[in-house]
């Protein structure tokens, strides 16, 4: 059963999200699949694709299984390799190291919008359940869903801050304000 406080905690959720995503649009804007996993000479930064591979990742990493949605979620050893905490952003001026940029968006889009749904359907208990005692996000948060809202929100918009830097390191220019 719905409550009205598991319709606010999703919506909260989904409404911040929201505004994550319509960012990462403005941030796509104008970059090329040739320049989408190049880092720019003598910086150490995070290309796009490293950025929204890495967001996409973690959807599938832990924030759907999260919600008991384990089976809709994409394993995928090749991109724990590439996206994950542990792994090094590289340059791939020939484009054999990364998948191809339509493939790494989609997936971002694709497996966003999938947890977004699957939030909107969540109810008051799962969402308000606390967080097994020596995870990291135990230290800072008391629910799953502040973890849900941190990492669909906090997190990603902390990556789309490094495309922005990117994009300017690029030439692209800055995100058009939001």
Partial sequence: MTTAASCLT???????????LAYAKMALEGISPDK???????????????????????IDQ????????????IPSEDWGK??????????????TI????DEIVNRFFDRTN???????VADEATL??????GSFFADYCTSL?????FMLSSHTMMHLGQVSAWRRMMGLGQCMPM
Avoid: W
Avoid at 10 to 20: G, P, Q, Y
């Fill in 10 to 20: 999703s919506t909260s959720i989904i409404e911040a999200a929201n505004l994550s």
């Fill in 36 to 58: 989408f996993a190049r880092i720019p000479e003598g910086v150490n930064v995070n290309h796009p694709a490293f950025n929204f591979g890495h967001l996409a990742y973690y």
């Fill in 62 to 73: 832990g924030m759907l299984a999260s919600l008991g949605k384990e089976d809709l979620a």
């Fill in 82 to 95: 590439l996206f994950s905490h542990e792994a090094t952003c590289q340059d791939d001026p020939d484009g």
């Fill in 98 to 101: 990364y998948p191809p940029m």
């Fill in 114 to 120: 999938l947890l977004l749904e699957q939030i909107a």
């Fill in 128 to 133: 308000s359940q606390g967080l097994p005692e």
């Fill in 145 to 149: 869903a502040s973890v849900l809202n």
